[in-house]
Structure formats: C-alpha cells, structure tokens
C-alpha cells in the first residue's frame, strides 16, 4: 500500500473534483457576479472566496476529522436526524433536482447551439436515453468516477475556460467596468451569491467518490484523509481561479450586455470567439452538466447502499445508480421549471444544517465526546427548524396560503433578510447545550 498519490494522480483527481463542483452553475454564476459587481469586484470576490470556496473546503476538512463520509458524520451525531437529513439531503441533490436539473441545461445548450425548435417528446426521451447511458458509464464504477471525469471531461472544460478567460483579458469588451448594480456592501454581496451555490453540500456528498477513487489508487486506509485533503485542495484551487477570472471577464463586458446567466455567457463568448466561442460556450456546458450529474448520481448512490446495506443485494451501488438515472430522466420529461421552484427551495433548507456539521467537525477539538455531539445534535437541528420556518415563508409566497404568521414569524428572526436566520439560532442552541454539560 502506497502513502501518497502521485503529482499525476493528485492533478487528474483534483481536475475531477474541480470539474463537478464546476458544474453548470458555477460556469455560469461568476460572469454575472462579475458584471454585477464592476468596479467592486474586489471585494464581491473577497465574500465568494469566503462562502464559495473556503467554506466547502471545510466540508473535505470535516470529513477528514470526522473519519467518515457524510453519511457516517451526521449519524455520530444523532443516528436518527443524521440518517433522516442526509437521506433527504442526498435524495433532492441527486434524482429530484440537481440531476434533472443538469440534463435539462444540456439539452438547452444543444438545442441553442444547433437552433432545433421540436415538439414533441421523443427527441427528449432519445436524447435522455444517450445522456443518462452516458453518465451511468461514468458512474458504473465508484473506484474510477473521479478519474474518468479528470481525464475526459476536465480537458474540455480547461480548454474553455482558458479560451475565454484569456481572451477576455487580452480583448477585453470593454476597458472600463461598470458600476455595481447593488446598494449593499459588496462582502456581503459576494458571500450571499457563493453561499447560494451550495457548494459545501456537494463537498461533504462527493467526498465519498473521492475516497473510493484513493482507494482505488491504492493508498492505505491510514493514509486516505491526508491525500483527501490534497485533493480538495487542488480541486477547489482551480475552482477559485475559474471563478475569480469568469468574474473579471463579467466585469469586462463594462455593462455592455443586458443579459443574464446563460445568455450574458453565450453573448460574452460570441463577442470575444464569434461563432466558434458559441460553439465552445455549448461543449462546456453540455460537459458541465455531465460532470455535476455524474458526481451528483455516484455519491448519493453511494450513500444510499450504504443507508440500505440491510436490505438485501437488490439495493447494490450500481442498482441504485441505474434506478437514479431513471427516475432523473423521468423527472426531466416533466415541467422542470416548476420542479426546481418547488423543490430548489428543499434543498436550500438543508444547506444550514450541512453547514452546521461541517463546521462542528472542523472547529470542535473534541468533536467525539458526548457532550459536544449532544450541542451539536441540537445546534443541527435548530438550523434544520430555522431553515424548514423559511421554506415555509417562501412556499407561503408562492402558493398564496395567506399564513401571514408565517411570514412574521420568519422576518422577526435576525438575520432573516440575508436569509440567515439559522445562524444566530443554532449558534446559541450550541452554546446552551454546551454549558449545561459541564462534563466537557
């Protein structure tokens, strides 16, 4: 058994880790916060770095000094609300929303590239077919996910985002940025919009590829976490160059272009590229989406084995992979956009208490003792009730119950506004459990 992987396998694994955090949403996300932000990139940058960088780091952080994946943190603990919240956690970010989601922004990317207008449902299905046979390939072997898409997929997406990044920088669109298009302080500005990605939940759920992907290599059992560390370091590296420089290539387009997400990209590149930019941006994002569905199906299939390891043979790894890249594709024949309004919230009210886990693991010096598992447990679920009363204000808007109590309830909470009301909550929930168990 080895100690460590070798610069080459370190790049390759890291490239696979950098490219399913990248995803389609966070190709798509730092060119609007760029051009958003203008002559305050700076310090927008500074609040991404923060929330969308540092803080998912400390979810590989966590599950190094929890010694386990997510599903075997959260069960230390509570048993019952960790397997309860990770199963509903892992069951949103796979076949229900994050999944779809990503088919669905392929299939847009090559209908724009190629301008097919089709009625009709068999395109769909014959295109769902070839996307989610190509993604069950990728995910059919957990030992060899993250080295797969850091030898196939990652080249792409590094070709793209050199070509525009560069380009940018060298002709840039316009040689002055615009100025903010918000009031508030731009930190804050830039740790909400990284915090919206919700990349820490897909750290702690990739985890677990990517320690089979070490195994794999080869690397002893002792040795694992250290070279996991290594791993989301050089991953979540290359994703803070990508970010910070799709930012400055947002803040280049000087306000030039009144577009948003995906068309603001396709514009940007059809400036900077012409009609080969256009074909690039339509590659990288059809294989951005298929790097985050891969990664999304791999890890939450793993976890669910390991949740109905009990059950029998039938609920093997690779039968779960193929049951979630069924139900994916089903769910992506349907109204996708009122899915993802209705269940994008759900995923947003598990983040909090993800964050809640992360950082316990990370910052508690004795994070196995009784006492301080008890303030976590409560400051977890505190979090979990906090974000549960903001979906239901939310859900309350949208489906006009008229619960104007909810609502209330909600807005008297501090921090509620930024939408974190969570954090003044489970915080003294911690800190109450934690005095009344002297023991530690």
């Known amino acids: 058994m080895r100690k460590d992987l070798s610069i080459k396998e370190l790049l390759i694994m890291g490239g696979g880790l950098f490219a399913m955090h990248f995803g389609a949403a966070c190709m798509l996300f730092p060119v609007q916060w760029g051009k958003d932000a203008g002559t305050a990139l700076w310090p927008v940058f500074i609040g991404v ?11 590989y952080v966590a599950l190094v000094k929890g010694n386990g994946t997510f599903l075997d943190i959260c069960r230390k603990i509570s ?8 199963a509903l956690t892992i069951f949103v970010m796979g076949p229900l929303y994050m999944v779809p989601r990503m088919s669905a922004a392929a299939w847009a990317a090559i209908q724009q590239f190629t301008g097919m207008e089709i009625d009709g449902v068999i395109p769909v299905i014959i295109f769902s077919i070839v996307y989610y046979s190509i993604t069950y390939w990728f995910v059919s072997n957990p030992g060899k996910v993250v080295d797969k898409v850091g030898n196939i997929l990652f080249p792409i997406l590094v070709v793209v985002v050199i070509a525009v990044i560069v380009k940018s ?9 615009a100025a903010p298009s918000f009031d508030q302080n731009p930190v804050i500005f830039g740790f909400l919009q990284g915090y919206a990605t919700a990349d820490l939940q897909c750290a702690v759920v990739f985890g677990v590829i990517v320690v089979q ?3 794999t290599a080869g690397i002893g059992e002792k040795y694992i976490n250290r070279n996991l560390i290594k791993i989301g370091a050089v991953g979540l590296g290359l994703l803070l160059l990508t970010i910070l420089g799709h930012m400055i290539a947002g803040a280049n387009t000087g306000g030039t272009i009144d577009l948003t997400l995906s068309a603001l990209y396709t514009e940007m590149v059809l400036q900077l590229w012409g009609e080969t ?10 294989a951005a989406a298929l790097t985050t569905a891969i990664g999304a199906v791999s890890s939450t299939s793993e976890i669910w084995a390991d949740i109905l390891v009990d059950k029998g043979p039938k609920f093997s790894y690779k039968n779960i992979c193929i049951a979630a890249c069924v139900l994916s594709a089903f769910i992506a024949l349907m109204d996708l956009d009122t899915i993802v309004a209705i269940v994008g919230p759900v995923l947003d009210a598990c983040y909090p208490a993800g964050i809640v886990v992360a950082v316990y693991y990370c910052f508690s010096r004795k994070n196995s003792s009784p006492g301080n598992l008890k303030a976590a447990k409560w400051s977890m679920i ?6 549960i009363l903001e979906l239901l204000s939310r859900y309350n808007e949208m489906f006009n119950w008229g619960q104007g109590w909810i609502d209330t309830a909600f807005h008297a909470m501090p921090l509620s506004a930024y939408s974190l009301a969570w954090l003044p909550v489970s915080a003294v929930v911690y800190l109450a459990v934690k005095l009344t168990n002297r023991e530690n």
């Open 382 to 387: 505190a979090a979990f009730a906090m974000s």
């Open 49 to 59: 770095l923060l929330s969308g960088v540092i803080l998912p780091y400390l979810g």
């Open 277 to 286: 930019g256009g074909l690039l941006f339509n590659i990288a994002l059809c």
């Open 213 to 215: 992907g070490i195994r």
């Open 169 to 177: 920088l060298v002709t840039p669109i316009s040689t002055t940025w």
């Open 79 to 86: 048993p019952r609300f960790g397997t309860f919240f990770t």
